[in-house]
């Protein structure tokens, strides 16, 4: 299954992301201080990989960037690989489960698919770096990361396309998908969008996306799949 507007702080923007892991330290630590060290070397981290890329920060830097030496980064994390796992596994857990959970006990399918889409602006315009990681180094995961976020982006996109074919019965499953793929491209490209009022900005995604979605098949067009 991404600005630098309304931005959360470090430490809450990785919190999002790290919640739904269950990973604890290698050394057996998994709360108060460790817990806030590892939250702290997962912050640097993703705003360092997403300024330089993955392969330009090494253990170093990390380390450096919260104020302890490259090898004490190791107390915490298996290595640099386990670090872009552990965000990019999290981002994907945390948009599959919020995704879910907006578009159940909905009254109507528009107000579902209201519900998708500004949960997906609302998580792109507060983690634009993590967005931005995703987009760019997801090449970089180890296979067993890789094979799981894949496998997790492809429920996210499900729930787009379920949602969308109830809204839009006219359109093929095929036409749903590429449509739901099309719109989160247009919302993960914020990080690289014009700066704007963050009300103004979350407004202008949200109407481009629904319109995008709701878009009436022009007269004189052939029917979707014929």
Known sequence: MIVNVAMLTLTNQIR?????????????????????????????????????GF???GIDDIGAAVG??????YR??????????????????????GGRARTVNTPDPITALEALVAWHVEFALTNSALITVHLRDL??????DRHRVRELQRGYVEVWVET???CRPDL??????????????????????????????????????MNALLVERREGDEADGA
């Open 55 to 57: 392969h330009g920060v």
């Open 164 to 166: 969308l074919l109830q």
């Open 68 to 73: 302890i030496s490259g090898p004490a980064l």
């Open 16 to 52: 999002l992301v790290s919640e739904p892991m269950t990973n604890e330290a290698p050394d057996g630590t998994g709360r108060g201080g460790a817990t806030s060290r590892r939250e702290q070397l997962l912050s640097a981290a993703a705003e360092l990989f997403a300024r330089y």
């Open 76 to 97: 915490h994390f298996r290595g640099k690989d386990a670090m872009l796992g552990e965000m990019l596994t999290g981002i994907s857990e945390r948009l599959l489960h």
């Open 172 to 209: 093929s499953e095929h036409t749903a998908r590429a449509s739901a793929h099309a719109v989160l491209g247009l919302i993960n490209s914020t990080p690289h969008s014009a700066r704007l009022d963050p009300t103004r900005m979350s407004e202008l995604l949200h109407r481009m996306a």
């Open 139 to 144: 090449d970089s995961l180890a296979e067993p």
